[in-house]
């Protein structure tokens, strides 16, 4: 299971003194909380790479809990002959001339955009059923580079899938759980414009009695915080289905005239993300072990009495728009491909580039599958989330449906990451 992506809300803008006020008591928020971080926060760069070369191979330069980079040969990714590569490049070329993100490589190869355009113009040339002329291209083209976490090469590898829920246009019979939509006084405070060091960090909240303030968390928006604002985009029976679906981040609402609706994340409240199961554990009612969202969804149901004060021990709350399109829709803009997108740390890994991913797919008995199974394949970062932290960690999209659901709901493997970087651009580095 996923927080869902990010999107960028609108800056804060002056329109009276009381707004004047408030921008100043935000200056001073903000510098007492840059004066906090840079006493109590020693970061140096997040990259640390190996040049070919310069280790024996299969070493590692030890970097704590920062992303490494490792060169290796393709021969190094096993799978990767069997891997059908057709199947990635279109998701590749759909991102490709994006190539970016908050990350350092995400900004470089931004930076690149002229050198990556001969990349991307020969990549849509390709004829995308020649399998050898795809293999050809990928081998060709990019350098292959073990992602680690310090010294550590495998990380957790979670699932997420497009849900659909019953609903309508308003709010009449069981239909009494709205989506809201992005509220317009939600503010965001970019605070890497105060100081370098905190580039990526955002502080989200309102004004209130000309005060900057957090916003309002799950338990007061459920309690009617936004009602009678006109932000209600659509009405749900199922409030357990509506807080997986703000989790997956995307998903379908089908209409009493059968009519499909497709919703995708506008934002966030700018609480942290609070896991419900980990609540769950830590309250006796399940273990570690036993955690899904089968698990969790069966608990809720169980419980209804408790659910709520379960529900809103996480705080983080998701906003929705309207999706064009007939999929669902990455935090990098393009449409997701089911077993060929993967959402990943956007502060350490850019959208647009080529990971290959090795890890299983968990066992999933009521759709047939009564074992794990191997899962190498070639992927594309497109999508990012708010439980999605570290370099090696990833959430594999698996599309709709009751397969999809099944195994997202179980899904978290060990795995290990290679990041394919353009050749064109020499290595990595910051």
Known sequence: MREPTRSAAPPIRSRSSEWALAVLAIGFAVMALVAYWSLTELRSSPLAIVVPGSLPAGRAVPTSDKRTLVRVDFAALAGWEADRLEEALAPFVATCDGARGSSDLGRRLAAAGRDLAPLCAAARALPGRDPAAVRAFFEREFAVYSVRNGVRDEGLITGYYEPELAGDRKRRGPFVHPLYLHPGDMQVVDLGEFKRDLAGRKLTGMIRQGRFRPYWDRAEIEGGALAGRGLELLWVSDPVALFFLQIQGSGRIRLPDGALVRVGY????????????????????????????????????????????????????????TLPGRGAVGAAGVELTAGRSLAVDDDLLPYGLPLFLSTTLPAAPEVGRVAETP???????????????????GDLFLGAGAEAEAIAGRMKQRGRLWLLWPQRLGEPAP
């Open 266 to 321: 506008a934002g966030q409240n700018g609480h942290d993300y609070t896991a419900i199961g980990k609540v769950l554990v830590e309250r006796g009612e399940m273990t570690l072990e036993e955690v899904s969202l089968q698990s969790i969804r069966a608990w809720l149901r169980a419980h209804p009495r408790e659910a709520k004060g379960v529900l809103d021990a996480n705080r983080s709350f998701v906003f929705f728009h």
């Open 375 to 393: 899962f190498a394949r070639l992927l594309v970062a497109q999508d990012t989330g708010g439980a999605i932290r570290g370099p090696v960690r």
